[in-house]
């Protein structure tokens, strides 16, 4: 087992429920997943996986749509005429009108098999970056020591004065605001250009703190998460 196997995952990681009758899927999408920072469990069937949506709380579903019995099409619409779940849908067919059947269930995304594990990730983290929780984050503004932060507008203050950012300095206080005072994975806010072993997350880290640290090499209110992610330390 690697090192990064035995990263602990945060209690407020995002939970995830991987649908695929393929157990050798299954089995990577749980190792490849959690390895990013993630809460999955994993089902075999529509079947199971509805009895784990009646008993657990889940952030995302990745369902595959081609599984015998109750397909993941159907599982999908089901979902969602009870729920607001984000959903992503795989499949190993890549016409035009599957791809629309799926988004017309409610799914929020479609990934074609055979896929690159980084893209899953990246879809993952955009559609939860998207989704948002529902509280605290979908307050307007989230205010952290002498900062304020206004999600609709994506604009930094610090008293009456507004706190210039760039594009990346406010995507990532976007992503971080969205979830105050949790763990948002690096992964979540690495963009979808993204590519394995891309320190430009850290370097917007680092530009953003010298912003809204008073002393950047000891951090409070933007905080690292050793091995998962980072915090944005909000006020209540």
Do not use: C, W
């Amino acid at each position: 087992m690697t090192a990064a196997e035995l990263r602990p995952i945060a209690d407020d990681a995002a939970h995830l429920l991987v649908v695929d009758d393929d157990s050798r899927i299954r089995s990577l999408l749980h190792k490849f997943l959690t390895t990013n920072g993630y809460r999955v469990t994993t089902a075999s069937s529509a079947s199971e996986a509805r009895l784990k949506l009646d008993s657990l709380s889940f952030d995302l579903l990745v369902l595959d749509v081609m599984m015998p019995g109750e397909n993941g099409l159907d599982l999908a619409r089901a979902v969602r005429a009870r729920s607001a779940v984000p959903i992503l849908m795989l499949t190993a067919r890549s016409e035009a009108e599957d791809r629309i059947a799926g988004l017309e269930t409610g799914a929020d995304d479609y990934l074609v098999k055979p896929f690159n594990p980084r893209e899953l990730l990246l879809r993952v983290g955009g559609i939860l970056r998207r989704a948002g929780p529902a509280t605290p984050g979908s307050a307007p503004e989230v205010r952290f020591g002498p900062f304020a932060f206004h999600r609709g507008r994506g604009e930094l203050k610090r008293g009456d004065e507004v706190v210039r950012l760039t594009d990346r300095e406010r995507d990532l206080l976007a992503a971080l605001a969205e979830r105050p005072g949790q763990t948002v994975p690096r992964a979540a806010i690495a963009g979808d250009d993204a590519a394995p072993g891309d320190r430009a997350v850290d370097v917007v880290v680092t530009r953003l703190r010298r912003k809204i640290e008073a002393d950047p090499t000891n951090p409070i209110l933007l905080q690292t998460v050793r091995g998962l992610g980072y915090r944005l330390l909000a006020d209540e």
